[in-house]
């Protein structure tokens, strides 16, 4: 049983303000795994408090004094990332190939990239008899959320350090204990008192309180839009800036040639990873429709192929996060077979032979039209719809029409084609074959929130930019 209950302010673990604990629980087994501490307005003033006096001197550190503490933070991270893993797998019900294994490696990729970053940054740009100087923005909110706990973490972690920033961070009360690791290795790495902070809370105590502060200059938040929305009206009064990166719900437009079928399987087994729950998940296919049945009879084996709760298999998904998601999961599956979707694959319940914890079956919808319920909401669980289209206008029409922009992704062998295909999908990362790289900028148009997270395209949310006219001699 873990127990969580002090925060991480000012260089020290301390204990909240006021005595109050929430429960958390393994969505394995149904059962409570720990407690944490939950914060309240009065410990983030504390850690703002800290944030801010911090800020005057780690804001004019040196690149090299930056690089240091974060290739130290590096060696510290690389000594628990079996802690870590384990965390992940505890809180989340990540199979261990998840939680050791991608979970753990998008944390230590960020901080790579973070580095390489660093190392060449431009803070000092010249233009003509002026300089244009980018400068830390100053003490930084970063509220995360419970899908990709140590990623999301680190890709707003890393870039505020490198930059020169404070920070206060808000880790997901749902998944709280890699967060509490996390911050263990920051403190074992050094990281000057003050510099960086962490407070266990809810958003409606802790969150609310770090986006409203007066004394907090950035808040960045990852989560749904509708959270989103209440982050930044809280922030609107203090004129802080605001990024986000919110919800999507990601077209995926199969193109009609020879790769076909394997595209389509590709597709499926890009839905089904860390059980659906990626804000980028390619969550809507698009298949022509002269070949509807092909994709239906492919998608449908791919699916079936997708093993649920075996963790010794390096192909199988864990159950969702929560009794909450696993609900609403539950009831837009019903959603999607009331109006009418012809459900393909899995449907309602547990998978067979599961009692316990929130599994849900690998689904697959067709006969989906856009205007459904789930082709517009974003499920976040392991369902996957699958849409046709006429040609290729339509399927680009279809694509865009979605209140989300985070991502998008094309499939096929022409890579002309693929690529003409991907400029023009209104989204802020577009795969051509389900391509990852932590080198590109990760962010949303539209409804799925604004600025850009990984490598150096992070750092300019976490600067000020200022110009000094007349800075060269006359």
Known sequence: MREYLKFYIDGKWVDPVEPKTLDVDNPTTEQVSGKIAIGSAADVDKAVKAAKKAF???SVSTREERLDLLQAIQAEYQKRSA???EAVSEEMGAPPSLGSGTQVYLGLGHLNGAIDALKNFEFEVPRGKAMIFKEPIGVCGLITPWN??????ACKVFPALATGCTMVLKPSEVAPYSGQIFTEVLDAAGVPAGVYNMVFGDGAGVGAAISSHPDVDMVSFTGSTRAGVEVAKNAAPTVKRV???LGGKSPNIVLDDENFAQNVTAGVL???PNSGQSCNAPSRMLVPKSRKDEAIAAAKAAAEQVKVGDPSDKTAI???ASKAQFDKIQGLIQKGIDEGATLVAGGLGRPDGIDKGYYVKPTVFADVTNDMTIAREEIFGPVLCILTYDDIDDAIE?????????AGYVSGADLEAARAVARRIRAGQVAINHAFDLNTPFGGYKRSGNGREWSEFGFDEYLEIKGTLGYAPA
């Not at 990709?148 to 973490?153: D, K, S, V």
């Not at 279809?398 to 985070?406: P, R, S, V």
């Open 56 to 58: 005057a001197t780690w």
């Open 83 to 85: 802690d870590l893993g």
């Open 148 to 153: 990709w706990p140590i990623n999301q973490i």
């Open 243 to 245: 990024t986000q990166e």
């Open 270 to 272: 890009a839905m089904m």
């Open 318 to 320: 864990g159950p969702v």
């Open 398 to 406: 279809i694509a865009n029409d979605t209140d989300y922009g985070l």
